[in-house]
């Protein structure tokens, strides 16, 4: 059974950099298929797509957040991975890492446990 | 706000059924499929339906799902008190690539 989990610090500082790692078990991100993707949502608040990786490399971002995200992936470790630059209070959400259906589907699934990322002086 | 507009809460009583909007445009709902997701609180949202009216194993068929235009709908039948919880759709767009609505809060009075 496939399943994700984040990891990376629950605190950041205004202006630093979030670094987040997904690790996937019960499946190899190398044979699959499908993109991943990372997905973050404020508490409270709804659902905002970051940005996919496909494990060749490919990658598509959220035009809104592009300037400042960078994905990467690792498929000797079974990972991909999550930098946002220059965070601000703004930034403060749960981060979800997703199996991303595209190119062929579009959907989401599944889903890690996210992580919460606070980002505060 | 979100590009996809859903109302923010429903309700309804144990076996009612219920319906949750979700309204895009031509850029997203209107050419591309729509998939539903459903999240407790203090839980990751779990994928519903795909492919507009598509179920993933384990998904009861007390939940369907339907596209017609710019528009997509989730449909609940035989509400029953486990089913409260937020639900989010979500589709491709042609410019902003992958977009959510702002959910709805489902209510089993």
């Known amino acids: 059974q496939l399943q994700l989990r984040e990891s990376g610090p629950g605190l950041v500082k205004p202006s630093e950099t979030l670094s987040l790692t997904c690790t996937v078990s019960?499946?190899?991100?190398?044979?699959?298929?499908?993109?991943w993707g990372w997905i973050r949502q404020p508490p409270g608040k709804g659902l905002e797509w970051i940005a996919s990786?496909?494990?060749?490399?490919?990658?598509y971002y959220n035009p809104s957040l592009k300037s400042r995200v960078t994905i990467g992936v690792d498929v000797s470790k079974n990972q991909f991975s999550l930098r946002l630059y220059s965070v601000t209070a703004a930034d403060t959400a749960l981060y979800y890492c997703?199996?991303?259906?595209?190119?062929?589907?579009?959907?989401?699934?599944?889903w890690g446990q996210g992580t919460l990322v606070t980002v505060s002086s | 706000q979100s590009v996809l507009t859903q109302p923010p809460s429903a309700s309804g009583t144990p076996g009612q059924r219920v319906t949750i909007s979700c309204s895009g445009s031509s850029s997203n709902i209107g050419g591309t499929p729509v998939a539903w997701y459903q999240q407790f609180p203090g839980t990751a949202p779990k994928l519903l339906i795909y492919?507009?009216?598509q179920r993933p194993s384990g998904v009861p068929d007390r939940f369907s799902g339907s596209r017609s235009g710019t528009s997509a709908s989730l449909a609940i039948s035989g509400l029953q008190s486990d089913d409260e919880a937020n639900y989010f759709c979500?589709?491709?767009?042609?410019?902003?690539?992958?977009?959510f609505g702002g959910g709805t809060k489902l209510t089993v009075l």
């Open positions: 019960g499946g190899s991100i190398s044979s699959s298929s499908y993109f």
């Open positions: 979500g589709t491709w767009d042609v410019t902003l690539h992958v977009v």
């Open positions: 492919s507009n009216n």
């Open positions: 997703a199996r991303d259906g595209r190119p062929i589907e579009n959907w989401f699934d599944p």
């Open positions: 990786i496909y494990s060749g490399g490919s990658t």
